[in-house]
């Protein structure tokens, strides 16, 4: 055997040995034996460098030093998951991908491992480039230190693809993060605050011999690339596995969400058993194709979901209970607490909800209280330590008074919360219904944001939102942090929301329980404003869709003074309040009762100018063809997948032209 042979049989050996032990947690030969082994490896590539390759395992010690990270965009981008906390809400996400597919679908289940996501690309067997997240279009190329973890195959086994990304967490278990801790406490060094953020700070180590003494593992779970050999999520586990990853086992199909919730309520017991911390289930769609039918929304992928498990409970004190009031004028108790780690975040504020949970567990101010992390944002109190109660703590009562005008507060009968009903006086909620008023799905009111919205307030500036109409440049400027351009900015902005749909101008001005599709359903049935507003309650119920809550609460926003006022100003600024008499003539019930599909790139008209003609002519627009679809109107670059699923529906698509006959 030559030199080259040698050195070759050496690196595999070691290989698969590593494998062995880092994968599949089954070593063969002892740990002395492994580095006699790799110490004679060593040896012979420093004496014989011609034979140097990058992926050998003797580089698995680390010793480049990467200064600057160099940024890599992903070839396909890493999306963030949706979050689930409960079986009504999985249901209800079942419920949604079925309206995208027919026929059976079957999932995938996996645990969510909490570690820092990584990107690893191969080229011909070989590890190229392992990535960061980074914003999920583009992330830190942490190659070097990545090579350092153990159960990263350098080289892989098998038959796998010519190239393909693979995407795993990189995870710090416990007991290799108690060992660290523990050095550290001998060394007299602040310890680290949990094993997800220590994980995710060494893959930004400068030097990678320190990377390599952390003992971190990487466990896959998605595989990316063009002309994958399988077309289900689960045999795309077996197959990395079989290519030398590690695939933790737990993955499994389930084939209804029975089965699903099975797995859920097994894991949310035995995570204990595991060896590294899960904050979860993930949930995917298991049929590939499938999978691009639902496709994504801007952040997640509609065909996976995480469920959350709920979290550790922490203990600490409760200072003060403070109020917030809302857009609404509903006032939302929040207890100030000694600052604690909770999972891994310092939470230092928790949600009360309103009066009846504060009466129902006697929280008072100074008590000893147990904080979970829930699915909301923040934190809640989910109980007392009475044991831990002295004497002197007083019984809370709740406000009478609104803590930002003193208006006395009102609760009605079947309302969980207190009000605010100072609608008109009180600031937080002046400010939130300008903030409504010009948010993106509303005015949409370019160069004003939220922060200024309440500067303008605070100044005097405005107090509704029909005062934005009469802001000037010389108004604006003398304010702190408006300059010139961002005044100018702000006026044109406005000026321009008068072009807005009267739909979304109904949407726009706040009223109670006018959503999006009911201001839409409000406006084609009244056209406009006036008409709407001379509505009763009789009237309005018998429009569809239109229940009696909301019937009461078109009727009282109309039958305030102010708003009468509000309206007539808005009008006189030259809003949209009624459906323009062009659109008006072009509207007819030509298309009602059948449901559109839009797809692809037109040149007549805008993709929104569609969806207007058919929604203005009585037709109903939906994002995925079903059977219930009557037509797709196709552009150019129509999706391959829409256009296969609608001939097999026998759905005719049409084009543009033929859709602007059929109006005409
Ligand atoms: P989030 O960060 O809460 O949006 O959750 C999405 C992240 O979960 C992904 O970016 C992954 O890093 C991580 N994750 C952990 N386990 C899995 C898994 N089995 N499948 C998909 N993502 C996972
Ligand atoms: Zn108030």
């Known amino acids: 055997m030559n030199i080259e042979q040698k050195i070759n049989q050496l690196r595999e050996e070691l290989r698969e040995h590593n494998h062995n032990y880092y994968v599949l947690d089954t070593p063969t030969i002892s740990d002395y034996e492994f580095d006699l082994k790799l110490k004679e490896l060593q040896e012979l590539e420093t004496n014989h460098p011609q034979h140097y390759d990058p992926n050998s395992p003797t580089l698995r010690v680390g010793g480049e030093i990467t200064k600057n990270f160099k940024t890599v965009t992903h070839e396909f981008r890493m999306y963030s998951l949706a979050n689930s906390y409960s079986k009504e809400e999985l249901e209800d996400w079942e419920k949604r991908i079925k309206k995208f ?32 997240r980074g914003d999920g279009y583009q992330g830190d190329d942490v190659t070097t230190n990545i090579k350092t973890i153990k159960s990263v195959p350098l080289k892989l086994k ?28 001998e060394a007299g060094e602040d310890l680290y605050r949990n094993p997800r953020n220590t994980a995710s700070g060494s893959l930004k180590l400068q030097d990678s011999r320190e990377v ?33 990853f590690k695939v933790p086992k737990a993955a499994k199909i389930a084939r209804n969400m ?5 797995y859920i309520n097994y894991w949310d017991i035995h995570r204990y058993d595991l060896p590294y911390e899960t904050d979860g289930v993930v949930i995917k769609v298991n049929s590939f194709y499938q999978q691009e039918e639902l496709g994504y929304t ?29 857009r609404t004028g509903a006032i939302t108790p929040v207890a100030n607490l000694e600052p604690i780690d909770l999972a891994g975040t310092i939470v230092k504020r928790a949600s009360l909800h309103n009066a009846d949970q504060i009466e129902k567990l006697d929280i008072r101010e100074g008590d000893t209280v147990f904080v979970e992390k829930g699915g909301e944002i923040i934190p809640k109190i989910v109980g007392v330590d009475l044991e831990k109660r002295t004497k002197n703590l007083q019984h809370t009562s709740y406000i009478t008074h609104c803590p930002k005008c003193n208006t006395e507060l009102v609760r009605k009968d079947g309302d969980a919360k207190h009000f605010c009903p100072n609608i008109m006086g009180c600031p937080p909620q002046i400010i939130g219904r300008i903030q409504h008023f010009i948010s993106r799905k509303a005015m949409d009111i370019e160069g004003l944001g939220g922060e200024t919205v309440a500067l303008l307030v605070e100044n005097g500036l405005i107090i509704n939102y029909a005062d934005l109409y009469d802001l000037t440049e010389d108004k604006l400027i003398p304010l702190e942090r408006m300059a010139q351009k961002s005044a100018e900015n702000l006026i044109n902005g406005v000026e321009a929301s008068k072009q807005i749909t ?6 726009s001005l706040g009223i109670r329980f006018v959503g999006e599709t009911v201001a839409k359903k409000l406006a084609r049935h009244y056209k406009s404003i006036n ?3 001379n509505a009763s309650e009789e009237e309005l119920i018998l429009v569809d869709e239109i229940g009696d809550v909301i019937a009461k609460s078109v009727v009282s926003f109309f039958s305030s003074e102010e708003n009468k006022t509000l309206i007539d100003r808005l009008k006189l600024y030259g809003l949209q309040l009624e459906i323009s008499s062009e659109r008006l003539t072009n509207q007819t019930d030509k298309l009602e009762g059948k449901t559109f599909v839009v797809s692809g790139i037109f040149f007549k008209v805008t993709r929104n100018e569609l969806k207007q003609l058919i929604e203005d002519n009585g037709g109903k627009v939906s994002s995925s063809i079903s059977k219930k ?36």
């Open 298 to 326: 801007a952040k997640v992928p509609r065909w996976a979901i995480a469920f959350k498990f709920k979290s550790e409970q922490a203990v600490t004190i409760l200072h003060k209970i403070t109020y917030q009031v809302g």
């Open 258 to 262: 029975t089965e699903v919730m099975d």
């Open 212 to 244: 390599a003494k952390r003992p971190l593992e990487c466990l896959l779970y998605s595989i990316k690339g063009k002309g994958l050999p399988f077309t289900t999520q689960f045999e795309g586990l077996e197959n990395a596995r079989e290519w030398g």
């Open 629 to 664: 679809t009557a037509y797709v109107i196709a552009g150019e670059n129509i999706g391959p997948s829409k256009k296969t699923k609608a001939e097999s529906l026998k759905v005719p698509i049409i084009t543009e032209d033929e859709f602007l006959l059929m109006i005409s």
């Open 531 to 533: 008409a709407l507003a």
């Open 502 to 507: 009267f739909e979304r101008v109904l949407f």
């Open 101 to 132: 597919v027919d026929g059976v679908i079957e999932y995938t289940c996996e645990l969510k491992y909490d570690g820092a996501s990584i990107n690893l690309s191969y080229e011909n067997g070989e590890l190229l480039r392992g990535v960061t």
């Open 158 to 185: 098998g038959n796998f693809p010519k190239r393909f990304d693979i995407r795993g967490e990189i995870i710090l278990p416990f007991e290799g993060f108690a060992k660290m801790n523990k050095t550290r406490e």
